[in-house]
């Protein structure tokens, strides 16, 4: 273990410790497959109220609570659990997939964010489910970043956001899929699909059959005097520094519109985030690539980390292409259009 600026960083070998930080109330930061998380014991008001305190983050944003074996999830939820429950945990869990039902009394509001309903998921990431396991905790986790700033897939996201603000930090490589869980609402009549991830909208159908879809899913947060049910409905979320552009539309017509906006903008330092495929097309800029337009699975793994390079080299307009809304593209898009505060310009 080493300490920077007052937060442990833990090896893989010290997951007891981290353990102990978690089972005392302290706030720690691990990796997961989708993203890193930043956890406290979910049952822990106090602990769970730090979470917020450290991120800057809204209260009325609900948590995920993270579990290591699916037989926890029976003590969190109110109701037994149903053949579509069922279904899907053993189809996706663990793995980037959460589920939203009825909250168990114990759990407190502040972990939920004052509903009546908890969110659930079992990771997949190795370490992440050593550490639940040694802490024999619930641990709620949203990303282990600021507030409203890209999510984290590095190590050394967290340590740039909240470095100083936590107790502890595990070390773990770059999360494997980029971007956050699959967030699905079983409390209702009907399956709700409220945030796209890496379990996407046609897996769940397969099995659920009908699922709807939230509208802020591909349109605007919703408005300020209703309730988010799941994060990332709100508020502003995955946003750099820089101001984000997305250009969407016909494939062929979408670099040729990121063009004129770059001579557009020649008196600002503009960066464009771009596929495999057109990023030679693009002159007199930092280009960054996200990955080819057949590989979404490459894309998603680096829009986080991109926007977080182009905030680090002091881009002033960052001009994304838009990619198809489709299978894990629907979870890209989400993210990317939460990214630029919904300015897109359709082509």
């Known amino acids: 273990m080493k300490l920077i600026e007052g937060t442990k960083i833990f090896k893989k070998s010290e997951i007891e410790e981290a353990a102990k930080l978690l089972q005392q109330g302290r706030l720690v930061a691990f990796p997961t497959e989708t993203v890193y998380g930043l956890g406290a014991n979910a049952l822990d008001k106090a602990a769970v109220k730090s979470i917020f305190t450290a991120k800057g983050r809204p209260s009325d944003n609900p948590l995920i609570v993270h579990i290591a074996e699916q037989k926890e999830l029976k003590s969190l939820v109110k109701r037994k659990l149903t053949e579509d429950v069922r279904e899907l945990i053993t189809n996706f869990w663990p793995g980037p997939l959460t589920i939203v039902l009825k909250k168990d009394d114990k759990v407190p509001a502040v972990t939920?964010?004052?509903?009546?309903?908890?969110?659930?998921?079992?990771?997949?990431?190795?370490?992440?489910?050593?550490?639940?396991k040694a802490a024999q905790l619930p641990i709620a986790a949203p990303s282990a970043n600021l507030?409203?700033?890209?999510s984290p897939t590095l190590f050394e996201h967290v340590i740039d956001d909240l470095v100083g603000k936590?107790?502890?930090?595990?070390?773990?490589?770059?999360?494997?899929?980029?971007?956050?869980?699959?967030?699905?609402?079983?409390?209702?009549?009907?399956?709700?699909?409220?945030?796209?991830?890496?379990?996407?909208?046609?897996?769940?159908s397969e099995i659920l059959g009908e699922v709807k879809i939230d509208p802020t899913v591909e349109t605007k947060l919703v408005n300020d005097d209703q309730r988010a049910i799941s994060p990332g409905m709100k508020y502003k979320h995955y946003s750099p520094q820089a101001e984000v552009i997305l250009v969407e539309g016909r494939v062929e017509e979408i670099p040729i519109k990121i063009k004129e906006l770059i001579s557009e903008n020649s008196d600002l330092k503009v960066g464009v985030m771009a596929t495999n495929e057109f990023s030679d097309y693009y002159k007199g800029v930092t280009i960054k690539e996200m990955g080819s337009r057949s590989n979404l699975a490459e894309i998603s793994t680096n829009i986080f980390k991109l926007l977080r390079e182009f905030d680090a080299e002091g881009v002033d307009k960052i001009i994304v292409e838009g990619l198809p809304i489709k299978g894990l593209g629907l979870a890209i898009m989400n993210r990317l259009r939460k990214s630029a505060a919904y300015q897109i310009i359709e082509v």
């Open 112 to 132: 939920t964010g004052g509903l009546e309903t908890i969110a659930v998921r079992m990771p997949q990431h190795p370490l992440a489910l050593e550490l639940i």
């Open 147 to 150: 507030s409203g700033k890209p």
């Open 166 to 204: 936590i107790d502890g930090v595990l070390a773990g490589g770059q999360a494997g899929i980029g971007v956050e869980s699959t967030v699905v609402d079983l409390s209702r009549e009907k399956p709700v699909l409220l945030r796209p991830g890496g379990v996407t909208y046609e897996e769940l």
